[in-house]
């Protein structure tokens, strides 16, 4: 993001960059060259609004870009621009990544300016326009399901980024109302794009390991350190909207350390490394179980720690739960270097599935051939072979381009990005609550536990609300 930082300090100075960014973003959208998009016209592409400008977007904005039949018309922060994201010299918001969308088109263009892509601090800006056909939600997990009703109710197609909820009873409605509105929604859990996952998770699923007894699912310990009892509040920087930011949220007092990259350690707001992580080594588990529909009865605490009360973090330093399915398989969830893998105990051997790939034991298992009359899982982008992350994305929003045009559920559709979800938090409830919860997995209720299951839903903050 150096670069990135370097071009729009040159264009305009900060201060009057602030200045003129309140003029607002143009009321129609811009007159696109066909030049832009080569040879897929006009009728063929995929209008896209970007809602949220943050660090995921200089990831998933870049992926988007490089489809020819999409065309990014819109960007949307409550923030106008600042530092302070994942590093300290990331300067993001709404108008850097809009000026980044510009600046793509017009080199692609071959010209030395663009201003197709319009910026809003309100996303129902973007919901309003009728020539946008899909939404891309990069926002804290507090914002998804609000989002993602207003989209479907807009008529537009979704992606959205992972973990899908911030809790079960939310989840439960963004699959009500994504299926009632007839919309595609693609979850950002991209290891599902990862040719390796798959194949990984094909074996699993036709039984070279035998029976599977055990899944030990890692998640990375947190990567930023709470401001500890007694913190003080900070200024609200020039040209952040934070009520707009908190939005269904409680109230609180600013701080540099709420918002942008760390709100995923604040419970108000995210469910920590248990559902960043775990939205992807528990989705591979999932998905290699044949557990989509459904998930484990029984969630216990396995000695998870948590930050001191006063602190302004809130969620889990050291996660740690064990869960059990139905059939007697044991799903282990734990904090642990490096960060995200999942490995499959089996019978007759082991499976693992990280950022190294796929291991096994014994390693004759690798070169096991899926047959024909086998099971074979779904696949992003039939044309990739290469295993690379740099791809896992790009295939990922392949995937999701290609349903809104079949109109064929996508390789993470909202009930599934629901489910891997739900044992997040069931999860993050049995650590809370240091005790046993039992989960019907069928009715999606909490057997047993009125204080449990209270912890299914969070209260929203008015005027927000889902009905």
């Known amino acids: 993001m150096k670069a990135q930082r370097k071009t729009f300090g040159a264009a305009v100075s900060r201060r009057n960059f602030l200045k003129t960014a309140a003029l607002g973003a143009a009321a129609a959208p811009a007159i696109v060259p066909a030049s832009v998009f080569g040879a897929k016209a006009p009728s063929n592409r995929i209008t896209v609004g970007i809602i949220g400008c943050g660090n995921q977007s200089t ?31 990331q300067f993001l918001g709404r108008k850097p990544q809009q000026e980044l969308v510009n600046t793509f088109y017009a080199k692609k263009a071959g010209k030395g300016s663009y201003k197709g892509c319009d910026a809003y601090e309100d996303f129902r800006q973007i919901m309003d326009r009728k020539d946008i056909d899909a939404v891309v939600i990069i926002v804290p997990d507090h914002w998804h399901a609000l989002m993602v009703a207003a989209a479907a109710k807009a008529g537009k197609d979704i992606y959205c980024e992972k973990p899908l909820s911030l809790t079960i009873n939310q989840g439960k409605a963004m699959v009500k109302v994504v299926n009632e509105h007839k919309r595609i929604l693609q979850t950002g859990s991209m290891y599902r794009s990862s040719p390796a996952n798959r194949f990984g998770c094909e074996l699993v699923r036709n039984g070279r390991i035998g029976q599977v007894q055990r899944v030990i699912c890692n998640v990375a310990p947190n990567n930023a350190v709470s401001p500890p009892p007694g913190w003080k509040p900070d200024p609200v920087p020039e040209g952040f909207n934070y009520d707009m930011w908190l939005g269904p949220a409680p109230q609180a007092p600013y701080h540099r350390d709420r918002c942008f990259y760390r709100f995923r350690f604040i419970l108000d707001y995210s469910g920590g490394q248990t559902t960043n992580f775990g939205a992807h080594s528990i989705d591979v588990a999932q998905w290699a179980l044949g557990t989509d529909d459904t998930g484990p009865v029984e969630f216990e605490d396995m000695g998870s720690e948590w930050p001191p009360k006063g602190s302004l973090f809130t969620t889990a330093t050291k996660v740690a739960f064990r869960a059990r399915y139905a059939n007697g398989t044991e799903l282990i969830c734990q904090t642990a270097e490096p960060g995200f893998g999942t490995r499959f105990e089996g019978t007759e051997g082991t499976l693992s599935y990280s950022y190294k790939g796929v291991q096994t034991e014994p390693e004759s298992i ?75 997995p069928v009715k999606e209720e909490i057997i047993g536990d009125e204080e449990a299951a209270g912890m299914m839903d969070r209260a929203m903050r008015p005027p927000w609300t889902l009905a």
């Open 59 to 89: 990831i998933d904005i870049p992926a988007f870009l490089g489809h020819d039949d999409c065309q990014v018309a819109a960007v949307c922060d409550v923030n106008t621009a600042s530092y302070g994201y994942k590093t300290p010299d």
């Open 366 to 440: 690798k070169t096991s051939q899926i047959k024909p009359d086998e099971i074979h899982l779904p696949v992003s982008n039939p044309n990739r072979t290469e295993d690379a992350s740099k791809n896992y994305i790009p295939d990922h929003v392949r995937n999701f381009l290609d349903c809104v045009k079949s109109r064929k559920p996508t390789i993470e559709p909202v009930e599934v990005g629901h489910r891997t979800a739900t044992i997040c938090h069931l999860g993050n409830i049995a650590m809370l609550l240091k005790r046993k919860i039992r989960w019907d």
